[in-house]
């Protein structure tokens, strides 16, 4: 996936396609990469938006869930954005939902979350990955999917690079801890704005059963499982993801 990486300021992102902005939020080890298949897809019809969230440059004190919001609710203040959808994967799903919460006057017609942490994640483990341990990390990238070829060695050696990095891996791992803190229980119930939520049933990062939580939580929210398929759907089973995504959209578009 070649997209230019435009530059606003200190703001890194893509942007493809005409229409109502969907701003896509990659997760802790994420990538733009991640996204491929929905920016593929969905330019056709929306404004499809990638923020480059600064996961490694922020100072120690804004490495954190709420540091990231307060990143995205600048970005989308400079592009703009207004009538937007906010999507987001794993962490991306949390920092949507705390910027959300922040900024409830933010114009925004919908938000989805897929995999998202908040409630409950099964992170690195216990163990943090001795540095230069390349089976290791290559079994924990394969857990995240239901079938462990979509871990590619490319893939493996981005992880490998990143905890190789002491002060990347510093970064990592004050923001999986601000994460498993910053637990949303409670506030979910002030996110009005409809919600779709789709799940793999096979995650075990955020299992099928956090998904039902966050259902249970969100007001007008919508849960839709996809089977065989792990913590990262819209890489996984693309074709799938966007058929649900898009269903969702279009049902908005006609209620309105």
């Known amino acids: 996936m070649d997209y230019e990486i435009k530059t ?13 902005p969907l701003v896509l939020l990659h997760g802790l080890f994420g990538a733009l990469s991640n996204f491929s298949g929905v920016v593929e897809y969905f330019r056709q019809y929306n404004k499809v938006v990638i923020p480059m969230l ?15 919001a307060k990143y995205v609710h600048k970005f989308i203040e400079a592009r703009g ?15 949507a939902l705390v910027y959300l919460l922040k900024h409830p006057e933010a114009v925004i017609k ?17 163990t943090y990955p001795k540095r230069g341990d390349y089976e290791y990390i290559r079994k924990k990238a394969e857990l995240t999917f239901y ?10 050696d981005e992880m490998f690079e990143i905890v190789n990095n002491r002060l990347k891996v510093i970064k990592i791992i004050t923001l999986a801890k601000s994460a498993i803190r910053h637990n949303l229980g409670e506030e979910l119930k002030e996110i ?29 929210s919508e849960l839709k499982f996809i089977d065989k398929c792990g913590h990262a759907p819209m890489m996984e089973v693309p074709d799938e993801f966007n058929v649900i995504l898009h269903a969702f959209l279009e049902k908005l578009k006609n209620n309105n």
């Open 192 to 220: 009005k704005v409809p919600t779709l939520l789709i799940w793999g049933n096979n995650d075990t990062v955020t299992p099928p059963m956090v998904g039902e939580e966050f259902q249970k939580l969100i007001p007008n």
């Open 110 to 126: 919908s938000l989805i979350l897929t995999g998202s942490s908040g409630l409950f994640e099964n992170g690195m483990g216990e």
């Open 81 to 95: 954005y207004k009538n937007f959808h906010l999507l987001g994967n794993s962490l991306g799903g949390h920092v």
């Open 54 to 68: 600064p996961l490694y440059d922020l100072n120690i004190l804004d490495t954190s869930v709420g540091g990231l």
């Open 8 to 20: 606003q300021g200190k703001f890194k992102f893509v942007e493809e396609g005409e229409g109502e």
């Open 147 to 156: 079938d462990p070829k979509i871990a590619t060695k490319e893939l493996v």
